[in-house]
């Protein structure tokens, strides 16, 4: 599985802007998929998660109430739509699907993550 994120750029405080993730490869594999940040000094964290089934959705309570994470099947893409951000938003934006594998031989089901490259959000106060 390939990902590519776009739609990163300089955006004022309380502006919005739409993030993508396009997906290729063995797209049809991935049971979850997922935007993370990663802010100057800081660690990685999660922003939002869906799943492939019901397209349950799950957010960080720092973002919850402004951003939307959605998934269009047709066209293997992932958004996150943002909405009044903050200076604090300021990330490098990462998608990352996962992948569950059974392994009958040692009767364990795994996963594995592929990560884009991310595509860097900057909000200006």
């Known amino acids: 599985v390939q990902l590519v994120e776009s739609g990163g750029g300089l955006v004022q405080a309380g502006g919005s802007l739409r993030v993508s993730c396009a997906a290729s490869?063995?797209?049809?594999?991935?049971?979850?998929m997922g935007w993370y940040r990663q802010a100057p000094g800081k660690q990685r964290e999660v922003v939002a998660t869906?799943?492939?089934?019901?397209?349950?959705?799950n957010y960080a309570d720092s973002v919850k109430g402004r951003f939307t994470i959605s998934r269009d099947n047709a066209k293997n893409t992932m958004y996150l739509q943002m909405n009044s951000l903050k200076p604090e938003d300021t990330a490098v934006y990462y998608c990352?699907?996962?992948?569950?594998?059974?392994?009958?031989?040692?009767?364990?089901?795994?996963?594995?993550?592929?990560w884009g490259k991310g595509t860097l959000v900057t909000v200006s106060s």
């Open positions: 490869g063995s797209t049809f594999s991935i049971n979850a």
């Open positions: 990352k699907a996962t992948i569950y594998y059974n392994d009958y031989a040692r009767g364990i089901r795994y996963g594995m993550d592929y």
């Open positions: 869906i799943t492939s089934g019901n397209s349950s959705t």
